[in-house]
């Protein structure tokens, strides 16, 4: 049974730190490309990073570029996402979500999904 569990959410104010992590079990973790979507109140989920499995390619939304470095370790089976710059735009449940294939996982079509970690920017 494959499992992705987030970890790492919290209060925040703005222009802070927080990392979060996501950890696998139940899939073969380096041959998965793994990302972060995100769902604010009242809005729709939306992409924020990803990284390939292939190459380690990181992918980006524009508001998140430059800001929130992703980055994986194969032997830990994690996936972190590092969120700088906090702003309060950025409040959201974050969810983790692998599949192998980093487009589909862009498209918001992932095969597995975490439960979700909340994270909140105050101002």
């Known amino acids: 049974q494959v499992q992705l569990v987030e970890s790492g959410g919290g209060l925040v104010q703005a222009g802070g730190s927080l990392r979060l992590s996501c950890a696998a079990s139940?899939?073969?973790?380096?041959?998965?490309?793994v990302g972060w979507f995100r769902q604010a109140p009242g809005k729709e989920r939306e992409f924020v990073a990803a990284?390939?499995?292939?190459?380690?390619?990181?992918y980006y939304a524009d508001s998140v570029k430059g800001r929130f470095p992703i980055s994986r370790d194969n032997p830990k089976r994690t996936v972190y996402l590092q969120l700088n710059s906090l702003k309060p735009e950025d409040t959201a449940i974050y969810y983790c979500?692998?599949?192998?294939?980093?487009?589909?996982?862009?498209?918001?079509?992932?095969?597995?999904w975490g439960q979700g970690t909340q994270v909140t920017v105050s101002s």
């Open positions: 979500v692998a599949d192998g294939r980093i487009d589909s996982l862009r498209a918001g079509t992932g095969n597995y």
């Open positions: 139940g899939l073969t973790f380096s041959y998965y490309a």
């Open positions: 990284i390939d499995w292939r190459d380690s390619n990181p």
